[in-house]
């Protein structure tokens, strides 16, 4: 799977929007874009997915770039309990999940 | 979404005992499950994974004698964790695909191991 580069630490004001970076310009074709958050102490939670096109769903955007060579994550409005790691993994289907270090998103009042 | 348990949440123990943790996935049957360790302070690291009938599969380095791993049923797999010592401490976490589509993997809530 291809590897993932994720800046370590972001910091965003509560009720701003959240704008998460990942470079995966090793990706395959067939490979998917995933998201994935850690609160503390918890195990990870899904947050959405993509091939090549934009997604939204109730939690997040995400957008890949036209070459899929890199995508953000965007949260529209961060609230305090948005605070966690954000992992981007790159997978095809049926592959194992491996996680890279992530991002630590700190949402400030 | 489905749901993934594990049990116990936390479990501390005396060096030399052996630990069981449980994963089950409650509303789907998973026919594939996958055991992740967790230092401080660091990324989850894949640690196995486990076809319901069949021998799990361990990643590079991972000690098979160590780690224990039976998938017995299509709900549940166990991870032992044979002879614990303190350098085993650390956050266990599973996690469950479900047979319906294969993009789908559910994580559990973890397990805290402290190994005295």
């Known amino acids: 799977d291809a590897k993932t580069t994720q800046p370590t630490s972001m910091d965003c004001a509560e009720g701003r929007a959240a704008n998460l970076p990942c470079n995966h310009s090793?990706?395959?074709?067939?490979?998917?874009v995933y998201w994935y958050r850690q609160i503390h102490s918890q195990g990870p939670q899904y947050i959405i997915h993509?091939?090549?096109n934009n997604e939204t769903n109730e939690m997040a955007s995400l957008i890949i770039t036209e070459d899929r060579k890199s995508s953000t994550l965007i949260l529209p409005h961060a609230t305090l309990r948005d605070t966690a790691v954000y992992y981007c993994?790159?997978?095809?289907?049926?592959?194992?999940?491996?996680f890279g270090s992530g991002t630590k998103l700190n949402v400030k009042p | 979404g489905a749901v993934v348990s594990q049990h116990p949440s936390r479990v501390i123990c005396k060096s030399g005992t052996s630990v069981k943790i449980e994963c089950r996935s409650l509303?789907?049957?998973?026919?594939?499950m996958f055991w992740y360790r967790q230092f401080p302070k660091q990324s989850l690291m894949l640690m196995a994974t486990?076809?319901?009938?069949?021998?799990?599969?361990?990643e590079q380095g991972v000690e098979k004698d160590k780690f224990l791993i039976n998938h017995a049923s299509l709900t549940l797999s166990t991870l032992t964790v044979t002879s614990a010592h303190p350098e085993d401490s650390s956050f266990y976490i599973c996690?469950?695909?479900?047979?319906?589509?294969?993009?789908?993997?559910?994580f559990g809530p973890g397990t805290r191991l402290t190994v005295l």
């Open positions: 486990s076809n319901e009938g069949s021998k799990a599969t361990y």
């Open positions: 509303d789907f049957q998973a026919t594939t």
């Open positions: 993994i790159v997978r095809a289907n049926f592959n194992k999940f491996y």
């Open positions: 996690s469950a695909r479900s047979g319906r589509s294969m993009d789908e993997q559910f």
């Open positions: 090793t990706i395959s074709g067939n490979e998917y």
């Open positions: 993509g091939l090549k």
